[in-house]
């Protein structure tokens, strides 16, 4: 069994930080892009930021200059560092990894969500 487990989310005012994490246990051999996606009331789901176990990132536009994601192989464990949070980035942040397990599958999970609310 594979858990994705968040945390870090929580409320906070405009212009204020937040770091988000989450820790991939389990039947793991090799992950290889870890990223962050948020889906705000009504919206769809987006891609917020993600990285390969190389370190290429990418960012969405909305974010770029604001959030920095990162990664610890060591740990299995992806960070998402959101500075001058605006409420506009309200929403229920999720975790994704795709990964070879040790039966050499590859596969995809999803973490449970971690809200981030962002008052003005």
């Known amino acids: 069994q594979v858990q994705l487990v968040e945390s870090g989310g929580g409320l906070v005012q405009a212009g204020g930080s937040l770091r988000l994490s989450c820790a991939a246990s389990?039947?793991?051999?090799?992950?290889?892009?870890m990223g962050w996606y948020r889906q705000a009331p009504g919206k769809e789901r987006e891609s917020v930021a993600g990285?390969?176990?190389?370190?290429?990132?990418n960012y969405a536009d909305s974010v770029k200059g604001r959030f920095t994601i990162s990664r610890d192989n060591a740990k299995n464990t992806v960070y998402l560092q959101m500075n001058s949070l605006k409420p506009e980035d309200t929403a229920v942040y999720y975790c994704?990894?795709?990964?070879?397990?040790?039966?050499?599958?590859?596969?995809?999970?999803w973490g449970q969500g971690t809200q981030v609310t962002v008052s003005s």
């Open positions: 389990g039947s793991i051999f090799s992950i290889n892009t």
């Open positions: 990285i390969t176990r190389a370190g290429s990132t």
């Open positions: 994704n990894a795709d990964f070879i397990d040790i039966f050499g599958r590859f596969r995809e999970y």
